[in-house]
């Protein structure tokens, strides 16, 4: 596959810009560009292009680059640490979760032996477990997780103050 030479003067020209040219390139260079108005064109847009980013170069203050690497290492660290915060959550959400199932469980298999001393049916005994412990704790369990978003959420509204 030939490269053309336009495209090869083209890369030569580009290359130009970051890197020095061997003496070869240099002399190739230069002998097309003379003789090719075309390549000659795209040398001079591009020294323009060059010249115009240049006028957007800026001194940095060096207490700036320290304060906005301080400012990236806190919003790092703030990071790390919701992340943490929402692990913290969904174990503490699961060990409620767990928690829950398993008293529920417990106190529906004694459901008969209670109801004899609570003088009701086991039926009825169930019916009441369902409502005032099963139901409830269930329910908590799973809005348990999304307490803190709901807390964020409100942060956010106009006239919140903390």
């Not at 170069?57 to 790092?76: C, G, I, K, Y």
């Amino acid at each position: 596959m030939q490269v053309d030479i336009h495209e090869q003067t083209c890369l030569l020209i580009d290359k130009s810009l970051g890197v020095e040219l061997s003496r070869q390139e240099q002399e190739s260079l230069r002998t097309h560009v003379l003789s090719c108005p075309p390549c000659q064109q795209y040398q001079a847009s591009t020294q323009r292009v060059v010249a115009a980013l240049d006028g957007f170069r800026f001194e940095v203050q060096p207490d700036l680059n320290a304060s906005v690497h301080q400012s990236m290492q806190q919003l790092l660290y703030k990071m790390e640490a919701d992340d943490t915060a929402r692990r913290s959550m969904l174990c503490s959400s699961l060990s409620a979760f767990l928690l829950s199932f398993l008293g529920s469980s417990v106190v529906w298999q004694l459901s008969d032996y209670l109801a004899a001393y609570a003088r009701m049916s086991a039926g009825e005994l169930q019916t009441l477990l369902l409502l005032v412990w099963i139901m409830p704790s269930l329910l908590v369990c799973l809005v348990f997780p999304f307490i803190p978003g709901l807390l964020l959420y409100r942060r956010t509204q106009k006239g919140w103050t903390s």
